[in-house]
C-alpha cells in the first residue's frame, strides 16, 4: 500500500459521546486495536501518541469525530464534549431537512419552529456550546474516507459489504451506563473502526489516485490526502477563489456556429444559446433529449432490444475526453488560475491524447493520473466550495458539450440512421451498410470541429434498460455494462458498491438471460449466497423512524437495513414513517413479506433461512419480459 510509505501507522478512529462518557475507539491498520477513555489518565498524552506520525482516517472524521479529538486535546470536560456532540449531529440534521422542497415551501415562522424543535430534541436550546467552532483539527494528517461520496453512510457501505450493522442505540439514551452497557458500546464501536477499516480497503484507488497527483506536482503528500479530489487540483493549478461575473449567452467561431446550426434545427438552437439553465427537455432525432448537469442523455425508449445484422451495423462512438477538450477548444478555463496555469492543463491534455494514440510513448503511471486530473478539473467547475469554481464556464462547458453531441446525432439521424441513445459523449448509433461512408463523412467532420479525437466500437448486442442502464456485447464477444448491470452484476462482499445492495442475483439472472439464454429461474435457483439475494434501504431525514411487522405487531428498526424476501408471512414489508404527519411509506423495492439480516452475513446458514426464491424470479421475469426488440 502506497499510503505505508509516507506514515509509520494508519489508524481508523470512531467516537462514542454520551452524556457522562466518551470512547475513542482505534484500530491499527494491520495491527492492534486499542481504546481512550473520559475517565483515563493523562489523556491528552494519549492523543499527541496516536497522532505521531500516524495518518487518521475515518469516515466524516473533518465533520465529527477530528473536531471531537481536537477539543479534548484543547482540554474541553466531558460535559462539553456531549455539548459539542449534540450541536454537530444537530447540524446535520439541520442542513438535511433545509434541503428538501417541503422545508423550503415553509413560513420562516413555520421553518423557525422546526429549528427550535430541533434544538430541544438535542438538547442545546439555550445552552453555550464551547468549542462549537473548533478547526484545530487541521494539524492532524488525516484522510477522510467520505470525501467525494454522495449520500451514503458508513453504515450503508458495512451493509453493502455483508458486515454486521446492528446499533445500539437504546444505550445513547442512558445517563449512566452498566456494566454490560460498556461492553456493547465496545463491541458496536470495534465493529464501526472495522468498517471504516475494510472501507478504505475499498476506496485505495481514489486515495492513491490524490498521492499520485500530489507526487506529480510536487504537492506533500500528508497535505494531498487532507483535500477532495477537487480542492487538490485546485492548488495544483493555483487557483485563487474569488467571485466572477455570469453570462449565460453562448458565443461560438463562425466554424463552429455553422455546423451547428447547419445539423440543429431553429428555433431550437437559438433558443438554447440563452438559455440560463443547463436541465431542459426537447424531442430531437426521434429521441426523448434530457439536457442535463451531467450533459445530454437521449433514448429511443427504454426496455429495449437491438442487434447487429446482415444489412445494420450497430455501433458505440465516443468522443475520447470530450469535455476536456472542449474545455481547452473553447478556453472554457475558470478565471480563478493564470495563463501559464492554462498552459500548463492544455500540455497535460494533448500529452494525454498523444499517449491514448501512441502508446509505445505512454508512461503508464503518468498516464492514469493525467486522466484523474483532466476528469477532476472540469467537475470542479461547478462546485461551489472548490477555488476553481466558475460557474459561466461550468455552465458554458456543460451547453456547448450538450450541442455538439446533439448536431452530431442530428447529423446522422438527418441521413437515415437511427439514434438508440446519447449519453454525456457518446452516442449508440443503428445505421445500414449503404451509409457507411456517409458516417465516416460526418465522424470526420465532428472529430474537426473542437480537433477531438472519437472511438467506434462495433456491437453485436445491445440490451438497454434506460439510458444508464444497459449492457451492450461487442463483435468480438466482449461484454460492456453500465449503471445497475455494473454495481449489482459485480457487487461482492469484498469491495461493496456505490450504490446500495439491491438483489444482485436479479441483475445478474437478466444478464445471463440476454448474454447467454440461460433462462431467469436456472440462475437464481443455483445461487447459494445470501449476499445476493440481499437488498438495502435507508429512511431519509425527513422520515423518523422504520418499522417492520411480525405477527400483527410493528416494531421500530434502525435507519439501515438490509432484507431478504422470505416465504413466512407472518413477517411484513419495511416501512418508514414521515416526521411531519406519521404517514407510513412502503420502503421502495422492498418484499411483501421481508426477513431482515443485519447480522454478518457469514453467520446464517442460507438453508435454514425460509428464502423465497421465486419473490426474485418473479422480479427477474417481469424485466425480461418487458423488453422488445427493435
Known amino acids: 500500500m502506497i499510503l505505508t510509505n509516507y506514515f509509520e501507522k494508519i489508524c481508523s478512529i470512531d467516537f462514542e459521546v ?42 466524516n472524521i473533518k465533520g465529527y469525530d477530528l473536531k471531537i479529538l481536537a477539543a479534548i486535546e484543547l482540554g474541553a470536560s466531558t460535559e462539553d464534549i456531549y455539548l459539542l456532540s449534540q450541536w454537530i449531529i444537530y447540524d446535520t440534521t439541520i442542513k438535511d431537512i433545509q434541503r428538501t422542497p417541503a422545508y423550503k415551501k ?5 421553518q423557525l419552529d422546526i429549528i427550535n424543535h430541533q434544538q430541544e430534541e438535542f438538547g442545546i436550546k439555550n445552552k453555550e456550546v464551547k468549542f462549537k467552532s473548533v478547526t484545530y483539527f487541521g494539524k492532524y494528517n488525516y484522510t477522510d474516507l467520505m470525501d467525494d461520496v454522495k449520500g451514503m453512510s458508513l453504515k450503508q457501505h458495512m451493509a453493502n459489504m455483508g458486515m454486521e450493522i446492528l446499533e445500539a442505540t437504546e444505550i445513547f439514551e442512558k445517563e449512566l451506563l452498566e456494566e454490560d452497557d460498556f461492553e456493547q458500546l465496545l463491541y458496536y464501536n470495534k465493529n464501526d473502526t ?33 483535500y477532495t479530489d477537487a480542492q487538490l487540483v485546485a492548488k495544483i493549478l493555483h487557483a485563487q477563489k474569488k467571485y466572477q461575473p455570469y453570462n449565460a449567452e453562448l458565443k461560438f467561431k463562425e466554424n463552429v456556429d455553422t455546423i451547428l446550426r447547419k445539423y ?24 426523448e433529449v434530457v439536457f442535463g448537469v451531467g450533459g445530454i442523455h437521449s433514448s429511443l425508449g427504454d426496455d429495449l432490444i437491438m442487434y447487429a445484422d446482415n444489412d445494420h451495423e450497430l455501433l458505440l462512438l465516443d468522443y ?17 488560475i493564470s495563463q501559464i496555469d492554462i498552459n500548463n492543463f492544455n500540455t497535460i491534455h494533448d500529452t494525454r491524447l498523444l499517449w491514448k494514440t501512441r502508446p509505445e510513448l505512454a508512461d503508464e503511471k503518468k498516464l492514469n493520473t493525467y486522466k484523474d486530473l483532466l476528469n477532476i478539473y472540469t467537475g470542479a467547475l461547478r462546485q461551489p466550495f472548490s477555488a476553481l469554481y466558475d460557474l459561466q464556464m461550468g455552465d458554458s462547458l456543460c451547453r456547448t458539450g450538450q450541442l455538439i453531441l446533439t448536431a452530431f446525432a442530428n447529423a446522422m439521424y438527418n441521413e437515415g440512421m437511427s439514434i438508440i441513445q446519447t449519453n454525456t459523449d457518446g452516442i449508440v448509433v443503428k445505421v445500414h451498410k449503404s451509409k457507411l461512408n456517409k458516417l465516416k463523412e460526418i465522424i470526420n467532420e465532428f472529430k474537426q470541429l473542437i480537433d477531438g479525437q472519437i472511438g467506434i466500437t462495433y456491437i453485436s448486442k445491445f440490451i438497454q434498460d434506460n439510458v444508464n442502464n444497459y449492457i451492450l ?40 438471460y440476454f448474454i447467454n439464454n440461460i433462462p431467469v429461474e436456472d440462475t437464481i435457483n443455483k445461487c447459494d449466497s445470501l449476499f445476493d439475494f440481499c437488498i438495502v434501504v435507508k429512511h431519509g431525514s425527513t422520515y423518523n423512524m ?64 425460509d428464502l423465497n426464491k421465486q419473490w426474485y424470479i418473479d422480479r427477474a421475469k417481469r424485466k425480461v419480459e418487458g423488453f422488445k426488440v427493435v
Open 194 to 226: 472495522l468498517g471504516a477499516e475494510k472501507f478504505l480497503m475499498k476506496r485505495l484507488k481514489y486515495i492513491e489516485t490524490k498521492v499520485n497527483i500530489a507526487l506529480q506536482f510536487n504537492i506533500p503528500v500528508v497535505e494531498g490526502v487532507k
Open 18 to 59: 454520551l452524556q457522562s462518557y466518551w470512547l475513542l475507539g482505534v484500530r491499527v491498520l494491520g495491527g492492534e486495536t486499542y481504546e481512550i477513555h473520559s475517565y483515563d489518565e493523562d489523556i491528552y498524552n494519549k492523543i499527541i501518541e496516536l497522532k505521531r506520525r500516524t495518518l487518521l482516517y475515518g469516515y
Open 546 to 609: 422504520t418499522v417492520h411487522g411480525y405477527k400483527n405487531q410493528y416494531y421500530k428498526q434502525q435507519k439501515v437495513n438490509r432484507c431478504i424476501a422470505t416465504n413466512n408471512t407472518d413477517y411484513t414489508t419495511l416501512y418508514k414513517i414521515k416526521s411531519k404527519t406519521g404517514n407510513w411509506e412502503k420502503l421502495a423495492n422492498v418484499p411483501d413479506n421481508a426477513y431482515i439480516v443485519n447480522k454478518a452475513l457469514d453467520t446464517y446458514d442460507i438453508n435454514k433461512l
Open 106 to 110: 415553509l413560513t420562516d415562522i413555520e
Open 473 to 512: 456485447q461487442t463483435t468480438n464477444k466482449k461484454i460492456k455494462a453500465k449503471g445497475n448491470f455494473v454495481r449489482q452484476v459485480h457487487f461482492n462482499e469484498e469491495t461493496g458498491g456505490d450504490k446500495n445492495l439491491l438483489a444482485p442475483v436479479v441483475h445478474k439472472a437478466i444478464m445471463e
Open 264 to 287: 440543429i434545427p431553429e428555433p431550437f438552437y437559438s433558443r438554447y444559446l440563452n438559455l440560463k439553465s443547463t436541465n431542459n427537455k426537447f424531442t430531437l432525432f426521434r429521441n
Open 320 to 336: 475520447t475526453s470530450f469535455y476536456t477538450t472542449v474545455v481547452k477548444y473553447f478556453n472554457y478555463h475558470s478565471r480563478n
